[in-house]
C-alpha cells in the first residue's frame, strides 16, 4: 500500500471505546446470518452526494418504527469517499463518523443488527487501479473506529461492484480489504458481493479467502426490472413505461404511449407480458425465482450464507402488484433459507408511508404474514 497506516489511524474519533466488548465467541458466517433475516434499507439519505439531499433523513423514530414493525436489522448505504481527505491518507471527516454513529448507536441500542456499507464509489468502479489505496484508506478508519462495537455490527465492503469492477478484478482486492479490516475487528461479520451490481450471475466468478469463514456474500436483485422500476427517471427511458402489474399477464392488454418510442427489447417485452400465461410471462415470481435458485444452489457448493441486499418495487406500480410482488418475493426467499434487506424503508422504494405514519398499503402483511409451504 502506498498509504501511511500510522497517519490514516491517528486522530480518528473512536466512538465506540465506551461500549461494551464484543463477545469473546468466535461468530462464523453462517451464524451470523442469522441476525440478518428481514431488513430495511435505509436509502436516499448517506448514500447521496456530501452536501446534496435525496428526500430522506433518518433519526430514532424510524428506528423505533423499524424495530417494531418486526424488522431485525438495518442496512446503512454511506458515501464515505465524498468525506474523505486528499491522498496519500484521505483522512475522513469526524462530520460522517458523527451522522453514521447516530443510526448504529442507536440501532444497535435497539437490538437491531446494522450493515455498514461504501456506497457510490463511482471513481473506483471506473477504474479500480487507480482508487484501491482510497479504499484501503477508507476501509482503515472505518474499521478502526467501530473496531470496539458489538458484533451485531456488519462491514459490507462495496456496493454493487460494476463496470471495471468486475469481480474477477474484485476477488484479490477483497482478499487485501479482508486482511487488513482483520487486524483490528477479528469477529467482524464481512459482507461481500460479485461485480456487475452485484447479480446472481457473477456469483460463479467470486472467489473469498477460504481461511475466512465470517463472510456472508450479497447479492441484489430486482426482477422483473420493467415492473419494479417503473416510472423510475434515472433508469433511462425504457422504463417509462407505467401501469404494469404483478403478476402479469393484465386482464386489458397495457398499450404503452407511442411517444414514449420504445426500444424493440421493451416493446417485445410489453408484448410477452400482455400475451403470454405462466411461468414464461416476463412480470411473473420466476423472474427472480430462478435467480433465488441459482444463488441458493451457489451457497450449498460453496458453504456461504448469502444475503439478499436489495429488492423491492418503485412506488409507480399499483400498490395491489407491490404487495403481492414483495408478498411473493419474501415467500421465495424465506423457503431458501436466505435473509434479505428491502430496498427501502421510506425513500422511492417505500415500506413506511411518512404521511400515515404507516406501512404502505399491503405491506406489512407481504413480508411478515405467514409463508405457506
Known amino acids: 500500500m502506498n498509504i501511511s497506516v500510522a497517519a490514516v489511524l491517528s486522530g480518528i474519533p473512536l466512538l465506540f471505546a465506551t461500549l461494551a466488548p464484543a463477545s469473546a465467541a468466535s461468530t462464523p458466517g453462517q451464524d451470523a446470518a442469522r441476525r440478518f433475516l428481514r431488513g430495511a434499507n435505509l436509502g436516499n439519505y448517506l448514500e447521496a452526494p456530501k452536501g446534496a439531499s435525496w428526500g430522506a433523513r433518518y433519526g430514532v423514530q424510524d428506528l423505533d418504527n423499524i424495530q417494531q414493525e418486526g424488522f431485525d436489522h438495518i442496512r446503512v448505504p454511506i458515501r464515505w469517499n465524498d468525506y474523505a481527505g486528499p491522498g496519500p491518507e484521505f483522512r475522513l471527516s469526524e462530520e460522517i463518523f458523527s451522522k453514521a454513529d447516530l443510526i448504529v448507536t442507536n440501532a444497535l441500542q435497539r437490538n437491531l443488527a446494522v450493515i455498514v456499507n461504501l456506497h457510490h464509489f463511482d471513481e473506483f468502479t471506473d477504474n479500480p487501479a487507480a482508487h ?82 465470517n463472510l456472508i456474500v450479497t447479492i441484489h436483485c430486482y426482477e422483473p426490472f420493467y415492473f419494479t422500476h417503473q416510472g423510475a427517471t434515472w433508469s433511462g427511458p425504457d422504463t417509462k413505461v407505467k401501469g404494469i402489474q404483478f403478476p402479469g399477464p393484465p386482464a386489458t392488454p397495457l398499450i404503452p404511449d407511442p411517444s414514449l ?9 410489453v408484448h410477452r407480458y400482455n400475451t403470454v400465461e405462466g411461468t414464461n410471462n416476463p412480470s411473473h415470481p420466476e423472474a427472480f425465482r430462478k435467480q433465488i435458485r ?27 402488484s407491490r404487495a403481492r410482488f414483495h408478498a411473493e418475493f419474501r415467500k421465495a426467499l424465506d423457503e431458501a433459507g436466505m435473509g434479505w434487506a428491502i430496498w427501502d424503508w421510506k425513500a422511492g422504494f417505500r415500506y413506511w408511508d411518512e404521511r400515515k405514519n404507516a406501512p404502505a398499503a399491503g405491506l406489512r402483511d407481504a413480508l411478515f404474514g405467514k409463508t405457506s409451504q
Open 261 to 269: 418510442q420504445l426500444s424493440k427489447w421493451v416493446s417485445n417485452w
Open 132 to 213: 484501491t489505496n482510497k479504499l484501503i484508506a477508507l476501509w482503515l478508519q472505518i474499521a478502526t473506529h467501530y473496531a470496539s462495537a458489538p458484533e451485531a455490527l456488519a462491514f459490507e465492503l462495496l456496493n454493487e461492484p460494476r463496470d471495471a469492477a468486475m469481480t474477477v478484478v474484485m476477488n484479490p482486492i477483497y482478499a487485501t480489504l479482508i486482511q487488513e479490516i482483520r487486524k483490528t475487528n477479528p469477529k467482524r461479520t464481512l459482507f461481500v458481493g460479485p461485480g456487475r451490481w452485484n447479480q446472481v450471475s457473477e456469483l460463479k466468478n467470486l472467489q473469498l479467502p477460504e481461511s475466512d469463514q
Open 294 to 320: 441459482i444463488a441458493q444452489q451457489w451457497s450449498r457448493e460453496n458453504g456461504r450464507p448469502i444475503h439478499m441486499g436489495e429488492f423491492g418495487c418503485y412506488i409507480q406500480a399499483d400498490e395491489k
